[in-house]
């Protein structure tokens, strides 16, 4: 994919916003696997918020892959009940401000966000496969080695769950500007953590993107014996 050398204007990310918002009523309109489906699909600089309930888990799923094939689509974030039972999802390094008001906010420092006080370089105090979701908004460009933490995420996700990471791309200057930012990070480092020779947990990149500022990344734990991705998902985003 062809990345933009500078940050989409907010002109441009409202007009993406009003063109996305139209092509998921058309598709949630005329495609039979969806119509009719509890969910809502809102956007926001070219995320997807997916939000409501549905009966089975592959109706999710269904819905986030179609979304998820929009030209302009960044990512795909959802807070949907799933047969009745509301998703427990984790915001680690949220500081103040949480992605979704419901979820729980894990943090060194206790601010208003922040639900758990933990030092997240010492693991994630959550059980094996007890988070349907783990958002990690700016903050793994904080950590000068972040794949500890992101072998915690994979533990601590139900198989199916979803990793959803932001971060700032590297060519932008905001990942420079902040002296606290030790790591510079880009699309391609999603497929590093994909396919890493010397750890046997393994992530399946559902989406990425980039909006010329900031890089964006869903990614699905792989469980024993599962296939990693082929090339054709791979070419998705990746060299």
């Known amino acids: 994919m062809t990345l933009p050398l500078a940050p989409l204007s907010n002109d441009r990310l409202d007009r993406l916003d009003q063109y996305l918002r139209t092509a998921v009523q058309d598709l949630f309109k005329n495609d039979d696997r969806v119509r009719g489906l509890g969910v809502e699909v809102s956007f926001h600089g070219g995320v997807a918020h997916v939000t409501g309930s549905v009966e089975r888990q592959e109706e999710l799923e269904l819905v986030r892959t179609l979304v998820g094939r929009l030209g302009g689509v960044l990512g795909v974030w959802d807070r949907v009940r799933v047969g009745g039972t509301d998703p427990v999802i984790l915001d680690i390094g949220c500081g103040d401000t949480k992605q979704y008001p419901d979820n729980i906010g894990v943090d060194m420092r206790d601010a208003e966000g922040v639900d758990v006080v933990a030092d997240l370089a010492q693991g994630i105090p959550f059980p094996d496969g007890s988070a349907d979701r783990v958002f990690a908004v700016h903050i793994l460009e904080h950590l000068v080695d972040f794949l500890p933490l992101v072998d915690e995420c994979h533990r601590v996700l139900r198989p199916g769950g979803i990793l959803h990471v932001l971060s700032p791309w590297w060519r932008y200057v905001n990942a420079v500007a902040d002296p606290t930012h030790v790591r510079l990070l880009d699309i391609q480092t999603f497929k ?48």
């Open 192 to 239: 590093g953590i994909c396919s890493r020779p010397d750890s046997d947990l393994r992530w399946y990149p559902l989406h990425a993107g980039c909006d010329g500022a900031s890089i964006f990344a869903d990614l699905r734990p792989l469980q024993a014996g599962e296939p990693e991705a082929g090339v054709v998902q791979l070419a998705r985003w990746f060299d």
